[in-house]
């Protein structure tokens, strides 16, 4: 009943930044709408982990977790560059 | 009991969190004040999810396994928040502030 | 280095520990091959350094990890309001802040937990200033009143 409850207001959550992702007038809005879903996810697998009685759920959450970051980052670089590989620092000489 | 207590209101608390995060992700007026909006949803939805699901499972394996996720969010989440607002900062969105000229003024509409 | 490394090993193998489960002679020797994998091939990458492995922070992190969760609680219920409430308004603002961290890993340090807090994004980073984007006039004066810039400094102050 608790994990279900709790589950109910995540899918809300969810509903509601796949939303942003559809309206978002720019890409960097449809990029943060993927990475709050992805956020979101994890603690879905983990609450379902706990409502189907299968804590080993609880490994998939965590690759999903590093999965999402890597990915976000990804799509940053791959934005900003157009090109995976390239390892130049900033031109203005700001850091990271 | 008192165990349980906390963690019925723990999962309750971080699951109106996310909503209330949710809300204002599809609320707030630019990109910027946006990410502000996901990161409730990034450290006190999941945080205080976690917490309720570790009080859950008691001292196992299984709370090791939810520490790990919690570290890694606390560690992944505000790097990647700061990575997006600095692609966006470069890629000419312009944030929105009250005394810049804009009509909309910086406040929700 | 030598302390980097046995340190990055022991930290990978009680990670590898924990999350296995299984403790038998086989699995662990498994863990004990991908451990010293992981090893060579970041000592192959050049990254067992300073930033990968922050030894020289002091113990203050603790204290300094406590203080900032409060600041995380305080700050999250703020902007929930401010996302659920009609009444509540939000005043974005973009300011600098200075920093008086002497490291990279300080300033990363001090730029992420800007960050983690909601209500507050570091933008970008300079030598001795953060540009950040505040949701409201309050957060602002929170991050320029300079109580976490002097937690980071003296967690990062070497013993």
């Not at chain 2, 505000?78 to 929105?96: D, R």
């Not at chain 3, 939000?90 to 961290?101: C, G, L, N």
């Not at chain 3, 570091?122 to 957060?139: C, F, K, N, Q, Y």
Request: proline share 3%; aromatic share 8%; hydrophobic share 50%.
């Amino acid at each position: 009943m608790m994990f279900a409850a709790t589950m109910a207001g995540i899918l809300v959550a969810m509903v509601l930044a796949l939303l942003r992702g559809l309206l978002g007038p720019t890409v960097y809005d449809r990029i943060l709408a993927l990475n709050t879903f992805g956020t979101i996810t994890v603690l879905a697998i983990a609450i379902l982990g706990f409502l189907m009685g299968r804590p080993d759920f609880l490994d998939i959450a965590l690759l999903y977790a590093l999965i999402n970051f890597v990915g976000t980052i990804a799509i940053l670089k791959y934005l900003r560059y157009g090109d995976l590989s390239a390892s130049s620092p900033d031109a203005d000489g700001s850091k990271r | 009991m008192i165990v349980e207590m906390v963690s019925w209101l723990c999962l309750m608390g971080g699951a109106l969190l996310c909503v209330a995060g949710g809300i204002g992700m599809v609320r707030f007026p630019d990109v910027y004040t946006r990410s502000h909006a996901a990161g409730v949803i990034d450290t006190g939805g999941a945080f205080m999810i976690l917490l309720g699901l570790a009080a859950q499972a008691g001292f196992t394996l299984i709370t090791v396994k939810l520490f790990f996720i919690g570290l890694l969010l606390f560690f992944t989440t505000p790097t990647s928040t700061h990575a997006l607002v600095k692609g966006a900062l470069f890629g000419g969105q312009n944030p929105i502030v009250r005394d810049s000229p804009d009509k909309d003024n910086g406040v929700a509409s | 280095m030598t302390v980097r490394l046995v340190s990055l090993t022991s930290i990978l193998f009680a990670t590898w520990l924990l999350m296995s489960g299984h403790y038998d002679a086989l699995t662990i020797s498994f863990g004990v091959i991908s451990c010293i994998a992981c090893v060579y091939l970041t000592r192959r990458m050049k990254i067992v350094d300073h930033e990968g492995q922050p030894l020289h922070l002091n113990s203050a992190i603790v204290v300094y990890w406590l203080w900032l969760l409060w600041q995380i609680v305080k700050s999250n219920l703020d902007v929930a309001l401010r996302c659920v409430l009609p009444g509540k308004r939000i005043d974005p603002i973009v300011f600098r802040a200075p920093t008086s961290q002497k490291t990279s890993v300080g300033i990363a340090a001090y730029a992420n937990s800007i960050t983690l807090t909601p209500g507050t994004v570091s933008m970008t980073t300079w030598d001795h200033e953060i540009e950040v984007h505040a949701l409201t006039r309050s957060g602002a004066d929170d991050v320029l009143a300079g109580n976490m810039d002097a937690w980071v400094t003296r967690v990062e102050r070497r013993k």
